[in-house]
């Protein structure tokens, strides 16, 4: 019986503490666990967020906002039951990032006291819910009563970024970053790989008139995941009842045991101000929430507009570029922790990295709007600049991380908030533009604006840009 008890006991402690972290499978690993879910929250806050792209172009009366514009002649428009302008959409679609800048920096300071973890669950289960109200806002109070609804859809969503980098870097061993930072941040893509055609299909053939459904269906969806984060993502390692010893020490040692600053539990507000560094990420930030904006709130419509997509075809059409910016965004992490284990330089990896992100998508917004005439040209150019764009998630988008471990969420939340508040005058300037012809030629002036913020950005990073420990 001794015999037998000590066996059992030897099993149980063999399974218990694998030697080395290298030991466990990567799939029973519970920062593999942590980064999932990670991604697929920023997943579902992405669909939340696009799936207005698509929904709108079903809303709208096109005919009547048209009758005007001799350019869209002969084009096969379906009719929705609202009579909203150009302008009047670019504001509508702009309203979600007013709720969502002003909750990034009040919650990047409240992770620090407080943790990311219910911030973030309770906040997304706020834009779930609220997603159920879209439609009848919609109908009851038009315009406006839309607006309110997808500011409240904001409020919810503000966490998800600066949630999201206090979790990875309590996390993920610094060596991961890249690969892990690409994997969560790419769930922005699939969250639109997944929204896009799905709104499509489902502004079609779905309920109650058919666009309402879109937000029924991903409100549900939404809600499952917040309850399934709520429940099984703890805040750290540290505290963590789930993950195995072993893989505790490698996080914590790899963490916290590398030439660290002195914890000081004082934000430091005046370095941060006064770090070059600091406002290469910032301005790099900006100018991907610009350019990418653009294209996820407006594809959609110029797809419809200029290349005449019906709705069915238009969602799966639109997301084709984010497949390939899901793609190789993971394919650039891998590269640039493959680089970073062999010694290269973090800075010069992330200005490389970065330099693809974004110089990529300017050469094709540059191109895009002289082969209007061919969808395939079109859609290739897209799909190109679209997964080059993927490389950010490697360069800026993980900066943060290199320059603070404490205070990576703080940094994330004010980059993000500037980000956005840039972002979201993507969508009003485009209608702007676009509104009284949108012809061909006011949309390369869209894309050209877009274009020469990605340069100009993407230079101010390869001045500044740094990838050594700050803070």
């Known amino acids: 019986m001794a015999d037998k008890g000590g066996e059992v006991a030897g099993v149980k402690d063999r399974k218990e503490r694998y030697a080395t972290d290298k030991e466990i499978p990567k799939w029973r690993k519970t920062r593999f666990f942590v980064v999932l879910m990670l991604f697929t929250g920023m997943a579902n806050a992405y669909v939340m967020r696009t799936n207005m792209s698509v929904a709108i172009v079903a809303m709208v009366n096109h005919t009547a906002i048209s009758e005007a514009d001799t350019d869209t002649e002969g084009q096969s428009l379906e009719d929705g039951e609202f009579v909203w302008s150009y302008k009047l959409q670019g504001y509508i679609l702009s309203s979600f990032f007013y709720g969502y800048v002003i909750t990034q920096i009040p919650f990047g300071l409240l992770i620090k006291y407080f943790g990311a973890r219910h911030f973030l669950g309770w906040g997304m289960m706020i834009n779930s819910l609220a997603a159920f109200f879209v439609p009848i806002s919609a109908r009851s109070g038009g315009a406006v009563g839309l607006c309110v609804v997808r500011f409240i859809q904001g409020l919810g969503e503000g966490p998800i970024v600066p949630c999201s980098h206090s979790l990875l870097a309590q996390w993920v061993p610094p060596d991961e970053r890249s690969l892990a930072g690409a994997a969560v941040y790419a769930g922005a893509q699939f969250g639109t790989i997944v929204s896009m055609p799905l709104s499509g299909l489902l502004a079609h053939y779905g309920f109650d008139g058919g666009w309402p459904s879109i937000f029924y269906v991903f409100g549900l969806v939404s809600t499952i995941w917040c309850i399934l984060f709520i429940w099984l993502v703890q805040e ?125 998508p300017a050469v094709a917004l540059i191109s895009v709007g002289f082969v209007y005439h061919s969808l395939w040209l079109t859609c290739l150019i897209f799909v190109v600049g679209m997964g080059l764009n993927g490389a950010i998630y490697s360069g800026f988008k993980i900066n943060h991380l290199d320059l603070s471990t404490r205070f990576a969420g703080f940094l994330i939340s004010i980059t993000n908030c500037v980000a956005n508040l840039v972002g979201l005058l993507a969508p009003m300037v485009a209608g702007h533009v676009i509104d009284q012809r949108p012809c061909v030629e006011n949309w390369r002036i869209v894309f050209f604006i877009a274009a020469g913020v990605f340069i100009f950005t993407a230079s101010f990073y390869n001045i500044f840009a740094s990838g050594k420990l700050l803070w």
């Open 236 to 360: 750290s390692p540290a505290v963590s009842t789930r993950i195995r010893e072993a893989e505790r020490q490698h996080i914590m040692e790899a963490i916290w045991q590398q030439n660290q600053p002195e914890e000081t539990g004082k934000i430091p507000f005046l370095g941060i101000a006064k770090s070059p560094a600091f406002y290469a990420i910032l301005v790099a930030h900006a100018g991907q929430n610009y350019g990418y904006e653009t294209l996820m709130t407006m594809l959609p419509t110029y797809m419809r507009r200029v290349l005449d997509v019906d709705i069915k075809s238009n969602g799966l059409i639109s997301s084709l570029p984010y497949l390939a910016m899901w793609i190789l965004a993971i394919v650039f992490g891998i590269l640039a922790d493959c680089l970073i284990r062999r010694n290269c330089s973090i800075t010069v990896i992330r200005k490389l990295m970065n330099s693809l992100g974004q110089y990529g």
